[in-house]
């Protein structure tokens, strides 16, 4: 069946730093790939999304590119902050026969320092 | 902004009790789903729900799971007699449509069985 593989966590980071994490996909069809972001003591929240191959979604200064050769979503901010501290989950959807659930991967939580 | 919400935020009950976990999706939504996150593990789809009925579900959710939208605002998980292994933070989400459009979460509620 489908799934997602993302980085193990916890990654921590100094303000400004760079962050990668990574995440790779197996599934069938063509998915639509999503980073969702949790903060503490809050629900998931679409952070970005891309639909088809070679989009690149972006938001709030983090970017993601739907590679289907490679097949990976991997995640990049090119300066962190504190305020994005918070656990980063990976997701695709809209594979066999047009199924509406996502598939996560297990996340990955982020702390950056002052 | 409009929100999904769901109450309570922490259960706890007894092993073969039953429980019912409430949502009240985004108003204008017309898809629903119940997600859990057992505790280390990755985010699971339990079920999905559109025009008063199941439209997919897995295979976690068995016999001993139901959803129900009782009203137009309020939709429900019922575990009809709790396992110890059912702790997890329950989520729910809504959507307008169904696959590839955004998933909108609930904050979770964190179901303990002793």
């Known amino acids: 069946g489908d799934s997602v593989t993302q980085m193990e966590g916890p990654v921590t980071l100094s303000e400004e730093a760079f962050l990668t994490i990574n995440c790779t996909y197996t599934?069938?069809?063509?998915?639509?790939l999503f980073w969702y972001v949790q903060y503490p003591g809050e629900g998931l929240q679409l952070l970005l999304k891309a639909t088809k191959a070679d989009d690149k979604g972006s938001n709030k200064g983090f970017e993601a590119t739907y590679r289907k050769e490679t097949t990976s979503f991997h995640l990049e901010k090119g300066s962190v902050q504190v305020s994005d501290s918070a656990v980063y989950f990976c997701?695709?959807?809209?594979?066999?026969?047009?199924?509406?659930?996502?598939?996560f991967g297990k996340g990955t939580k982020l702390t950056v320092n002052p | 902004e409009p929100e999904v919400t769901q109450t309570p935020s922490h259960q706890v009950t007894q092993m073969g009790q039953e429980v019912i976990l409430r949502c009240v999706p985004i108003s204008n939504h017309l898809y629903f789903y119940w997600y859990r996150q057992i505790l280390g593990q990755k985010v699971e789809f339990l079920v999905s729900f559109y025009n008063n009925e199941i439209s997919e579900k897995s295979e976690i959710f068995d016999d001993q799971f139901s959803v129900e939208r009782p009203d137009g605002s309020n939709f429900t998980l019922k575990i009809r007699s709790t396992k110890l292994e059912d702790s997890a933070m329950y989520f729910c989400?809504?959507?307008?449509?169904?696959?590839?459009?955004?998933?909108?979460f609930g904050p979770g509620t964190r179901l303990t069985v002793l």
């Open positions: 989400a809504s959507s307008f449509q169904g696959s590839y459009n955004e998933q909108f």
């Open positions: 997701a695709l959807s809209g594979t066999q026969g047009g199924s509406e659930k996502l598939v």
């Open positions: 599934a069938t069809g063509y998915p639509s």
